[in-house]
T-cell receptor
Framework: GENVEQHPSTLSVQEGDSAVIKCTYSDSASNYFPWYKQELGKRPQLIID?????GEKKDQRIAVTLNKTAKHFSLHITETQPEDSAVYFC?????????FGTGTSLTVIP | DAEITQSPRHKITETGRQVTLACHQT?????MFWYRQDLGHGLRLIHY???????NKGEVSDGYSVSRSNTEDLPLTLESAASSQTSVYFC???????????FGPGTRLLVL
């Protein structure tokens, strides 16, 4: 089955700096790659996603890039703010099944 | 507004007892999923369903079962609760076409 690895497990940045979280996947059949943000004690919330026919997608301060050849995708957050502090999960999906990474705990220091 | 709910939100039980966690969605999604979340493991798939009467095992299905008698509900049953099943459980649902999964608020289960 699919194996998704996510790095780093923890990340601290100064407010206003950029944050990058990277994920790799193993199954070339995976065709959908969502990113979820989970605040403490809350449910995971979708923040951005990308499909395999697209190389990059941007939504305001958040962007995701996908390299199908290398089987990796990344989340980029620019101009970070304290409210960006949370755990971020990547996932790879094929046939509607999600395989999640182990999460990155992002702390934005004011 | 359409939503996905879980009950109870918190549960304490003893080892060996049968426990059922409820999940209800009003989006009319065909796909429903159960995950458990543990520190260091992220979200791991327990069971999933692609429609009424359809159920499938995920990567950590031992000790759990589900049934799908209608589109809205996918209850998760722990046949004989074990301490290793102490976790936070999330239900999710998705449309077949988009695949985007939406999560419920979670159930925190403690097995003593």
């Amino acid at each position: 089955g699919e194996n998704v690895e996510q790095h780093p497990s923890t990340l601290s940045v100064q407010e206003g700096d950029s944050a990058v979280i990277k994920c790799t996947y193993s199954d070339s059949a995976s065709n959908y790659f969502p990113w979820y943000k989970q605040e403490l004690g809350k449910r995971p919330q979708l923040i951005i996603d990308i499909r395999s026919n697209v190389g990059e997608k941007k939504d305001q301060r958040i962007a995701v890039t996908l390299n199908k050849t290398a089987k990796h995708f990344s989340l980029h957050i620019t101009e970070t703010q304290p409210e960006d502090s949370a755990v971020y999960f990547c996932a790879a999906s094929t046939w509607n099944q999600f395989y999640f990474g182990t999460g990155t705990s992002l702390t934005v220091i004011p | 507004d359409a939503e996905i709910t879980q009950s109870p939100r918190h549960k304490i039980t003893e080892t060996g007892r049968q426990v059922t966690l409820a999940c209800h969605q009003t989006w009319n999604h065909n796909n429903m999923f159960w995950y458990r979340q543990d520190l260091g493991h992220g979200l791991r798939l327990i069971h999933y369903s692609y429609g009424v009467q359809d159920t499938n095992k995920g990567e950590v299905s031992d000790g759990y079962s589900v049934s799908r008698s209608n589109t809205e509900d996918l209850p998760l049953t722990l046949e004989s609760a074990a301490s290793s099943q102490t976790s936070v459980y999330f239900c999710a649902s998705s449309e077949v076409t988009s695949g985007t999964q939406y999560f419920g608020p979670g159930t925190r289960l403690l097995v003593l």
